[in-house]
């Protein structure tokens, strides 16, 4: 932005350098000095439209790679919950995650609460019947992890993979305990998915800080600070949110 300004005042500058000309400067040489002024005030439009019109497209790609990358980590978190509803943690394996997606099953349960007799209490008070709630939980059926996210797409063997940007970049995924609870983190640095873009605007990328956009350098679903399933992207990015 700061080079459009500069274009913007110089091309001002050039036009007013024009105006002095046309006003003081000798008739028999002012068509020469006037051509060259106006050639240069339209060749520096010409430079600012480019770097608007660069900008512009640059953020046409990066929205369009943005929607790819954050269905993926959509697909890993969607993968990484049902991994935790069978074995109580997330795993930070994408073979481990992709091995559960293709065999797994999760339980699907009913919880209800029945009277028995506390025989404890019951003791305790020489034999008066006392009762106590328990709740029991029934499993109804099972469900397969590889349909219900999936449907019938085998999307989910190349999960790992990026996809975009970067030829082989992979996600990195972490999994670990914050406290007693379990977390897990699956990112990408921008870098990579607009790997092949101008690096001033993939740096000013990086530092944005906006409720319309990806805050931070890297597009990240979950967290190891805190116990958050969800990403880092505004909701206009996805309609799975």
Do not use: C
Not at 9 to 29: M, Q, R, S, Y
Not at 55 to 64: D, G
Not at 223 to 235: A, H, L
Request: glycine fraction near 6%.
């Amino acid at each position: 932005m700061n080079v459009i300004l500069a274009i913007v005042a110089l091309i001002l500058l050039t036009i007013g350098i024009v105006w002095a000309i046309d006003k003081f400067v000798p008739k028999k040489i002012k068509p020469v000095i006037n051509l060259l002024l106006w050639a240069l005030i339209f060749f520096l439009g010409y430079i600012t439209f480019n770097l608007v019109y660069d900008e512009i497209k640059f953020n046409q790609l990066k929205e369009e790679r943005f929607k790819v990358v954050i269905e993926k980590l959509i697909d890993i978190r969607d993968s990484e919950l049902a991994y935790k509803d069978v074995h109580g943690t997330y795993t930070d394996s994408f073979d481990k995650l992709i091995n559960f997606v293709e065999t797994g099953k999760v339980p699907i349960t009913q919880r209800r609460d029945t009277l028995v007799l506390d025989e404890e209490r019951t003791r305790a008070f020489g034999g008066v019947e006392t009762f106590k709630t328990l709740t029991l939980i029934d499993t109804l059926s099972f469900y397969s992890v590889k349909d219900s996210i999936f449907g019938g797409s085998d999307r989910y063997k190349q999960m790992m993979t990026v996809g975009i940007g970067k030829p082989g970049a992979k996600f990195t995924l972490k999994a670990g305990k914050l406290e007693e609870y379990p977390v897990f983190e699956a990112s990408v640095e921008k870098s990579i998915v607009l790997d092949d873009q101008d690096k001033d605007l993939v740096i000013k990328e990086n530092q944005v800080v906006s409720v319309d956009g990806v805050n931070g350098s890297a597009l990240t679903v979950g967290s190891m600070d805190e116990v958050f399933t969800k990403g880092n992207w505004p909701k206009s990015y996805t309609n799975k949110e």
